[in-house]
């Protein structure tokens, strides 16, 4: 018996049921859902929907919640809660993130790829003779199998699992090749990639083992040159810090300090899937720690999430007539979700003004236009949520999950300055990079208590520094000697094995930045 699929355009296939898996995956390694920001298993996207033409199983109560009484009834479901078993199904229309690709300079020829390999998103750039020509980010191809780091190292576990990982992403690093190719009318002849620690064993397709439990290690530290595949160069790998502090920090490290004269101590925090922090004291002495943060940054998991894109909401501006959306693309037109940064700039525009409260909890606001905001505070699906135009709506549950995100980050930053002995006020500078290093206002930050109060003067908005650090890499041969004597610096922060560590973290789920 198999999977019988009917697609939005009437294609007919037969898919092979895979007994363990959910039926989500089963759709998405059939490449029908490629490039869609599934949130795999978390039943908040929505875009996993699947019409059961016959014997549809039983919803439960996240499925009645997201689709509603009449689509449930029609046969609606989400197909990453229902396991890979033999029936009949239609899908709609698949909805694709967009592919971003920028051009920077008229310059043709062959060019070197500079890669940045996030766990939801890869950035990358193409490069003639030391000079940016263009540059393009995408959905990384894997996150179906997994949203964050931990549930694609337990897709890892087995030799299929690697070889199809690792192949989605050379596969798509070679389609990112031939096309910047034939664009530029070259070819590539030098190529780097930097990404965490996990990242770089997927692609890689090495056994993650000592990745995927305690205790923590690395069988394999980078700073060296990889084979990824037959039409493409060597790939350089930046050296590994820690477990999960990975070569993306290396080269953002090189892209902060090589060539440069920084003010010390700083901290980087690269905000992603994968939270990694540095802690920088001096040329010679560096703190690093790495927590979990889920894909909510990046726009994916959440009810409306969507990575930055056209027709994406990335800010929120309070008026006298209430809030205003700003756009991606600036244009104005009905959106099509809101990026992480437009979470954010919802959060710290509705805790301002008291409609959220430091818990978290929606209240009844503080001022004559806070008010005139909660009246917008209603009840969907049964539990509180803030409505806005065009259907949108922020649940409590999207709150707890923005929550989450903070508490890791406060941990993180709170700890490594506990542990070099120095308060918010001794740093002389914060470097925000990563998902949110180029597009978030620092003052979301500090409202929501990501940051100190009263240190968004000494932050400096970084963008993507792994990217940066990564083409240094590929071009000046003294940054990778300066990357290479990294590791020597470096002592390692293991929070997460610490028994104390769900108490701490559960201290500053609060909408305040806590010591």
């Given at each position: 018996m198999s999977i019988f699929v009917t697609t939005h355009d009437g294609t007919r296939l037969a898919l092979e049921h895979s007994p363990g898996d959910t039926l989500a995956k089963t759709i998405?390694?059939?490449?029908?859902?490629?490039?869609v920001p599934l949130c795999s298993g978390l039943g908040k996207?929505?875009?996993?929907?699947?019409?059961?033409?016959?014997?549809?199983?039983?919803?439960?109560?996240?499925?009645?919640?997201?689709?509603?009484?009449?689509?449930?009834?029609?046969?609606?479901?989400?197909?990453?809660?229902?396991?890979?078993?033999?029936?009949?199904?239609e899908i709609p229309e698949p909805l694709r993130s967009k592919r971003n690709v920028h051009a920077q300079a008229a310059l043709t020829g062959?060019?070197?790829?500079?890669?940045?390999?996030?766990?939801?998103?890869?950035?990358?750039?193409a490069l003639v003779d030391g000079e940016v020509a263009v540059t393009g980010n995408e959905l990384n191809p894997q996150t179906g199998l997994g949203s964050e780091v931990m549930s694609r190292l337990a897709a890892a576990s087995t030799a299929e699992g690697r070889f199809v990982l690792r192949a989605l992403l050379v596969d798509h690093i070679t389609r990112v090749c031939?096309?910047?190719?034939?664009?530029?009318q070259g070819q590539c002849n030098a190529l780097a990639i930097s990404g965490n620690s996990a990242m770089t064993y997927l692609l890689l397709g090495k056994k993650?083992?000592?990745?995927?439990?305690?205790?923590?290690?690395?069988?394999?530290?980078?700073?060296?040159?990889?084979?990824?595949?037959?039409?493409?160069?060597?790939?350089?790998?930046?050296?590994?810090?820690?477990?999960?502090?990975?070569?993306?920090i290396s080269a953002g490290l090189v892209a902060i300090e090589y060539g440069e004269e920084p003010e010390y101590p700083f901290l980087l925090a690269d905000l992603g899937t994968n939270g990694e922090f540095i802690l920088a004291l001096?040329?010679?002495?560096?703190?690093?720690?790495?927590?979990?943060?889920?894909?909510?940054?990046?726009?994916?998991?959440?009810?409306?999430?969507?990575?930055?894109?056209?027709?994406?909401?990335?800010?929120?501006?309070?008026?006298?007539?209430?809030?205003?959306?700003?756009?991606?693309?600036?244009?104005?037109?009905?959106?099509?979700?809101?990026s992480g940064t437009g979470y954010l700039s919802l959060t710290s525009a509705l805790l301002s003004h008291g409609v959220?409260?430091?818990?978290?909890r929606f209240g009844q606001g503080s001022t004559p236009?806070?008010?005139?905001?909660?009246?917008?505070?209603?009840?969907?699906?049964?539990?509180?949520?803030?409505?806005?135009?065009?259907?949108?709506?922020?649940?409590?549950?999207?709150?707890?999950?923005?929550?989450k995100v903070k508490a890791a980050f406060n941990l993180a930053m709170s700890e490594l300055l506990k542990h070099a002995g120095i308060g918010p006020a001794g740093l002389a500078r914060i470097y925000i990079a990563g998902a949110l290093g180029e597009h978030v206002r620092l003052g979301d930050l500090e409202t929501i208590g990501f940051l100190p109060p009263g240190t968004r003067s000494k932050t400096v908005k970084a963008g993507n520094t792994s990217l940066k650090g990564t083409a240094l890499l590929l071009t000046d041969p003294a940054a990778r000697d300066f990357a290479h004597k990294l590791p020597h610096t470096i002592t390692a922060l293991d929070l997460t094995s610490d028994e104390a560590f769900g108490d701490r973290y559960l201290k500053r789920m609060r909408f305040t930045y806590v010591d």
């Open positions: 998405f390694l059939s490449r029908l859902w490629h490039g996207c929505g875009f996993c929907r699947v019409r059961y033409l016959s014997d549809a199983p039983d919803y439960n109560r996240d499925e009645l919640k997201k689709l509603g009484q009449e689509a449930v009834d029609q046969g609606w479901r989400l197909s990453c809660l229902h396991p890979s078993e033999p029936c009949k199904i062959d060019f070197a790829l500079a890669v940045d390999l996030g766990t939801t998103s890869i950035h990358w750039a031939q096309t910047v190719g034939i664009n530029m993650p083992d000592d990745l995927a439990s305690a205790p923590y290690t690395l069988s394999y530290t980078g700073g060296d040159e990889k084979k990824l595949g037959p039409s493409l160069p060597p790939a350089y790998i930046p050296p590994l810090l820690a477990p999960f502090v990975g070569a993306d001096s040329p010679e002495e560096r703190i690093c720690a790495s927590v979990p943060m889920g894909p909510a940054l990046e726009g994916v998991g959440l009810s409306f999430g969507r990575t930055a894109g056209p027709g994406a909401i990335t800010g929120f501006r309070l008026t006298p007539k209430g809030l205003e959306m700003e756009f991606y693309d600036r244009s104005g037109t009905t959106p099509a979700g809101m959220l409260d430091e818990s978290g236009l806070a008010t005139k905001l909660a009246a917008s505070v209603t009840t969907i699906a049964d539990e509180p949520a803030f409505a806005l135009p065009h259907g949108l709506f922020l649940p409590a549950s999207d709150v707890e999950e923005i929550l």
